[in-house]
């Protein structure tokens, strides 16, 4: 007997004492981290990568996939710069960064550097408190080295505090690429580019029918439903759908028409190419990377995508001949402007970092040392913030070319945080309906939706409903903001939206 | 007096017995014990505070937690398409366990017979599914099911129907391309299970149906198919079980896609979960959904408890 209540108590023991000795060492760093804090003073004398510091394990996280390649260069030299500096790098499609990084979060083990997912607002991360300030790490040296307006008050920082830094010049990933020899073949020429739905629709049959089951239309990563959103929002936009990516309702009147013409007349496109049998036969199964290869490949003719990819496949495909062209517009022809978002908040570090200062050191390589910026330019992946990186280093033509449509069919649209800062609380209490614009699309693709018109009208009504709640529920929890934060009269949507008519809502 | 020397005889041959009986339970309790702790720590308590979540307004991830008292439950039921996973999730495990299991005892039964050659190595082969990660065997599975994958290529090749059919990304293919990698995924082990329970059928038995000049369906129906009903009905609870809360599958194949033709519970509660678009995600609305489903769960336990007592009693096994 005795025997068994020894074995009991030293099983008792081992139990509750490892996790008090667990949680004793969690308070331990965190208390380091507040020590961190504290010595902001003595920061910027600090060098985290020396080799008399401590080995530290920086951990990132991102879906920057297209700069795969010269991000791990950068890593490499990074490294061998601060021998004393592990990157531990994780990357992930853009789907699965939303997911991941929530369940990280929430289990405590966020990384050292994540950018904030595109599903969330800056403002609700940092009220959660995911991001710690940038300011104490990164002096104004290094942040007036990036172009005017890139920080803005209510998109990268709240209350004087930088959170998070814009990763590129920010440019709509909705525009077509399309491929040059295919399109010759079908008859097409760079001159004599699909324009309309139509034109469109009939330029990717034509390719379909002379492909003969090797090359198809257009291919998609149609298992990322944010992709399909993407695409409604802003080819619905150009059509004058008004549809942006601040808020679920349309800015000009408040109202939630997702049933409206311009949004139905993309999903007529889509399920007309879907029945032309225009779609690679793998879009539903493959995700955005896996159909930029498709494509790069030569298996497509068209591909919705972001300037991104440029560099991908100049670099992966150097005998493709490709170009870009802006998305066809209505037979009736364009009403509208594609979103352009100006400043969008990218990169941040974890509140629960153990090792701000190393973030903020890799930060800055990242942004203004001699490497990666100006490798991502050359490559033609994208438009650097850093001032002076772009006139020497953008030289390739697909990039200029995107850039020159982007500016050409995009326009700056008003943005609720500029006028308010308080008003992305809401988000807080907004509710997402499901299934959502992005996933009826998708549907209808697969052929499952086919009365989309009603599914859109059923939507609209059950966004209304939420943007309601949510406003009640966060006025209720003391945000201050109004319905009317996020209705903007004056917004022309073929014009830009300038500072003039923040001050003229007055 | 000798009845009195009798009985403080046969009172300290009592209390011995019990004090026996309890240090035996005691050493019982121990070795239960660490078990037990952590089941409570880490089953227990989650789905007891689980209740309480699926009566919040919760993201999750913040702070701020309304009581909201059945309102995610109202919400729920009022979801067609939480219907919709809640029916996929019967539809998947009604059309995966039933094969699973006659295809997993046919295999078992052959992989018994003492004649076979070779019964080990396949055994083996049989069991690689079961060891393989379950998302690695989707992310290849999808490849294989691909419209232009291995699969459709030898069915063209083979002039058989279904080589142009895109299996995964068919609202009307996609639970049955699911269904049939999940089975080939689980054979092996429900075959270990059976064989765990052939193999313990004296072969003595056998031998003597064979000196009576029964046949091996009537070996099989007499005296395999009774013998091993107890443990069937085991391996039915955990096949069901099992099937009502596949997830890693699902996700990687399908994503619950294409337009939800694939989505069970689990990956329903996973999107609200995890997942949002403009807004927070809604834990404590996907907790409602798991206490819900976990709710009907329990439901069929008990059912398919009742029906083991009764099938035991027909077949007249072990009640135990």
Known sequence: MKVF???????????FVLPLSACTSTNGSSGAGDEAKAGEANIAKKNPGSTADSPITLRVMDWSDSVKTIREEFHKQFMAKYPNIKIEYTQLTVDQFKNTILTAIQSGRAPDLFPIPSNVK???????????????YLGEDFLNQFADGTFQNGITSFDGQLYAIPETASLPSSLVFYNKTLLKEAGYDDKNLPRTYTEFRAAAKKITENGKGKYYGI??????????????????????????????????????????????????????????????????????????????????????????????????????????????????????SIELAGSLPWMGISADSKNPEAAALYLKELYTGDYFQKARVSSGDAFSLIKGINEQYAT??????????????????????????????VFEYYKDVHPDLGELLAGTVAGAVTDYTGQLGNYSEQVGKAWTTAIDNAKKAGVQVDEDDFVFPNWKPMADYTPEDYAALK | MEKAMVGTINQRAVSGTKAKRNRKALWCWLFVAPNLIFYLLFQGWPIVINWYYSMLDWSGISSNATFVKLDNYTRLIADPYFWKAYRNSFIFMLQAVPPLLVLSLVLAATLNNPL???????????????????????????????ADGPLNYALSKLNLPGGGINWLSDGRTAMYAVIVTYIWKNLGMNMIYW??????????????????????FRTFYHITLPLIMPIALVILLLNTAGALKVFDLIKTMTDG??????????????RYAFSSEMG?????????????????????????????KAVLRTWGGDNS
């Not at chain 1, 995107?402 to 649209?413: C, F, K, M, S």
């Not at chain 2, 896609?257 to 329903?268: E, H, I, M, R």
């Open chain 1, 219 to 336: 291919v998609e990563g149609g298992k990322q439903t944010g992709r399909w959103l993407m695409i409604v929002r802003d080819w619905s936009s150009l059509a004058g759908a008004g549809l942006n990516s601040t808020s679920p309702i349309n800015l000009a009147d408040g109202r939630t028409t997702y049933n409206s013409e311009p949004v139905t007349g993309v999903y007529s496109l889509f399920k007309g190419l879907a029945d032309d049998k225009s779609f690679h036969p793998q879009t539903m199964s493959i995700s955005a990377p896996e159909a930029r290869a498709l494509f790069g490949q030569g298996q497509a003719g068209f591909i919705v995508q972001g300037a991104w990819s440029i560099g991908v496949w100049n670099k992966d495909n150097p005998n493709l001949d490709y170009g870009v062209m802006a998305p066809p517009v209505p037979d009736t022809g364009r009403k509208g």
């Open chain 1, 5 to 15: 209540m020894r074995l009991l108590v030293l099983l008792l023991v081992v139990l």
């Open chain 2, 257 to 270: 896609g294409p337009f939800f033709a694939t989505d069970v519970v689990s990956t329903y509660i996973y």
């Open chain 1, 396 to 425: 390739v033509p697909q990039l200029k070319a995107y850039y020159e449509l982007a500016h050409e069919y995009g326009r700056t649209v008003p943005n609720p945080a500029i006028r308010n800062p308080k008003s992305p609380g």
């Open chain 2, 195 to 216: 064989l765990a329970g052939l193999q313990s059928i004296p072969r003595e038995l056998y031998e003597a149906a064979r000196s009576d000049g029964a046949g091996h």
């Open chain 1, 122 to 136: 800056l403002a609700t991360a940092v009220a959660e408190g995911w991001f710690q300030p940038l300011n104490p």
């Open chain 2, 280 to 308: 927070v995600p809604s834990m404590g609305y996907a907790s409602a959904a798991g206490i819900f489903f976990a709710f009907t769960i329990v439901i069929l336990a008990v059912l398919q408890g009742l029906i083991r």
């Open chain 2, 116 to 146: 076979l050659r070779f019964a080990k190595l396949y055994r083996t082969l049989f069991f690689i599914p079961v060891i393989a990660t379950t998302s690695i065997v989707g992310m290849i599975m999808i490849f294989i099911w691909g």
